[in-house]
């Protein structure tokens, strides 16, 4: 059963085409992880998901009566306290709860203890309004609370403070723990491991893992994609394609898919060649004799090229940023100064001699600028 998909969506910012052509299903129970270069839209889906944002293009369709919870990269903290927080995250119950609490003062009044007809309509109501507040999941809700800042780690003193008080990875966890008081049917997570330790993170796990509805994560950290999905959505080039397994698997299968592709490349580059070898050689007998079948061969090898359907070229490894630490050396640090200055003269040494300019020093002149004449008559030398 889908509860939420994308069909045929585009999405752009301004001349940049993020998404185009772009389908997902999110069905029942589905454990989703989303993966793809960074500024390639992740996060975007994940919006339009949620109905965050609107789609320039294709069809976002929901099912009835399905909620959806939706936790950002970043989480800004506010005035209230964790344990606040989590309470706004049900305003429903809020409601019914202060509908109770008029309830019970009505029924505590003077009128009600006079007039039965009046009690029995409020206790009708509150009967009412407790059926609904339990079937909201009220008796247990500040239990389940307690348990959450259990789960994340969070004492008590740190639940009543202000929100803001909180290190980046605490609120990420409170922000989490209210979308997952919320009870939805889909559960949106935007890189929920950021600024989050190894054991904070393995309290994201067990959160996770311990949620029964569909989530569809963003995530970079591979052993947090192994333990909660079992399908991984690749985003490439604005449209996605479904992998099933966790990450690890979908790193195998798609390392094994790469090599046939790559074989497959290679053999059809061998028939090209073959073909295009073929072309030139009948057209090369088409100069020679004059002969049209020569020409009509010709033609019809180029075609055989022109019809194949052609394998692109597989990348089989990224390229990575040549990057290097090393911890400083005032002697390794000299030696390559040493080095780029002799390096830099023989450059200008060079490019000296190439636009025929000499690369001696100029002999200074012995000669006077002004010679004086002496008494009998010779030139005097300074």
């Known amino acids: 059963m889908t509860l939420v998909a994308l069909h045929n969506v585009s999405k752009s910012f301004g001349a940049r085409q993020i998404l185009h052509g772009l389908d997902l299903d999110v069905s029942a129970g589905a454990r989703i992880g989303m993966i793809g270069p960074n500024g390639g839209g992740k996060s975007t889906v994940l919006r339009l998901l949620a109905g965050l944002e609107e789609a320039d293009g294709g069809q976002v369709v929901r099912r009835r009566g399905v909620s959806v919870a939706y936790l950002p990269q970043q989480v ?77 780690g969070l004492s008590d003193d740190e639940t009543t403070l202000a929100t803001t008080a909180l290190s980046g990875g605490q609120r990420k966890l409170v922000a989490l723990a209210a979308c997952l008081a919320q009870d939805p049917s889909v559960l949106l997570l935007d890189e929920p491991e950021t600024h989050l330790d190894m054991e ?95 020409i009509k061969q010709a033609r019809n090898k180029q075609r055989q090229i022109d019809r194949m359907e052609k394998i692109e070229r597989p990348v089989l490894e990224r390229r990575k940023l040549a990057l290097a630490l090393r911890p400083f050396s005032p002697a390794s640090y000299n030696r390559r100064r040493a080095s780029a200055g002799s390096a830099r003269r023989s450059a200008s040494a060079t490019s000296a001699r190439s636009s025929g300019l000499s690369t001696r020093p100029r002999r200074r002149s012995t000669r006077c600028a002004s010679p004086t004449v002496s008494p009998r008559g010779k030139r005097s030398r300074c």
């Open 76 to 152: 800004a903290g506010d005035e209230r306290s964790a344990l606040d927080t989590l309470r706004a995250a049900r305003p429903d119950l809020a409601e019914l709860e202060a509908e109770l609490a008029a309830s019970a003062e009505r029924l505590g009044a003077p009128a009600a203890a006079t007039d039965m007809a009046l009690m029995s309509r409020i206790l009708r109501r509150q009967e009412e309004l407790l059926e609904r507040w339990t079937a909201a999941g009220g008796p247990g809700f500040e239990g389940r609370i307690r348990a959450a800042f259990s789960e994340i």
């Open 200 to 294: 904070a993170r393995s309290g994201l796990e067990a959160l996770v893992k311990g949620y029964d509805g569909a989530v569809v994560i963003v995530s970079h950290d591979r052993y947090l994609l192994d333990e909660t999905v079992s399908r991984i959505a690749e985003l490439d080039g604005g449209s996605i394609r479904i992998w099933p397994g966790n990450y690890t698997g979908y790193t195998l299968a798609r390392e094994l898919e790469l090599e046939r592709q790559q074989v497959l490349y290679v053999t059809q580059q061998k028939e090209i060649a073959r073909l295009e070898a073929a072309v030139k050689r009948f057209e090369d007998w088409a100069r020679r004799v004059a002969d049209e079948r020569h």
